[in-house]
């Protein structure tokens, strides 16, 4: 996890962007990164954690055991995120391939700190409990960008 992270930021080229003058923004200045040439700018990356629920006896997420655990495990862990810095929660849910996922959005800055301890204590806890989950499959993680446009 911190080897993907360091990838994606030293794969990044760093450039500061500041409110443009004249502009009633307050002038701040906050780190901001592209991917080579491709025309892709980003302020902020999110930790993706994600499974796959099973359905309930309907066959689907109404009455999924798994994704009401699912649910209650973010929101033992939900106060927590909320004090990283600057941290943005987001939850997705798909009632047809069953995906459960949870993405931390920070800014670079923020991000790159946690990221160097391994996104330590939080990852690792929730990641453990979210595995125990009876039903609960294909546990994985991820670094991506994620901006709103």
């Given at each position: 996890m911190k080897i993907q992270a360091a990838v994606l930021l030293s794969t990044l080229s760093i450039t500061t962007a500041f409110a443009p003058i004249g502009s009633s923004?307050?002038?701040?200045?906050?780190?901001?990164?592209?991917?080579?040439?491709?025309?892709?700018?980003?302020?902020?990356v999110a930790r993706e954690w994600r499974c796959k629920y099973s359905p309930g006896p309907s066959g689907g997420p109404g009455d999924?055991?798994?994704?009401?655990?699912?649910q209650s495990l973010l929101a033992e862990y939900l106060p927590k995120l909320k004090e990283l810095?600057?941290?943005?929660?987001?939850?997705?849910?798909c009632g047809g391939c069953l995906d459960f996922k949870v993405s931390i959005v920070q800014?670079?800055?923020?991000?790159?700190?946690?990221?160097?301890v391994n996104y330590e204590p939080l990852e690792s806890e929730f990641i453990e409990k979210l595995k125990a989950i009876e039903g609960v499959s294909q546990v994985e993680t991820q670094e991506i960008t994620f901006e709103a446009l």
């Amino acid at each position: 996890m911190k080897i993907q992270a360091a990838v994606l930021l030293s794969t990044l080229s760093i450039t500061t962007a500041f409110a443009p003058i004249g502009s009633s923004v307050p002038s701040t200045t906050q780190l901001r990164a592209e991917i080579g040439e491709t025309g892709i700018a980003f302020e902020n990356v999110a930790r993706e954690w994600r499974c796959k629920y099973s359905p309930g006896p309907s066959g689907g997420p109404g009455d999924s055991d798994s994704l009401k655990e699912c649910q209650s495990l973010l929101a033992e862990y939900l106060p927590k995120l909320k004090e990283l810095p600057g941290a943005k929660v987001t939850r997705q849910v798909c009632g047809g391939c069953l995906d459960f996922k949870v993405s931390i959005v920070q800014p670079l800055e923020e991000h790159g700190a946690w990221a160097e301890v391994n996104y330590e204590p939080l990852e690792s806890e929730f990641i453990e409990k979210l595995k125990a989950i009876e039903g609960v499959s294909q546990v994985e993680t991820q670094e991506i960008t994620f901006e709103a446009l």
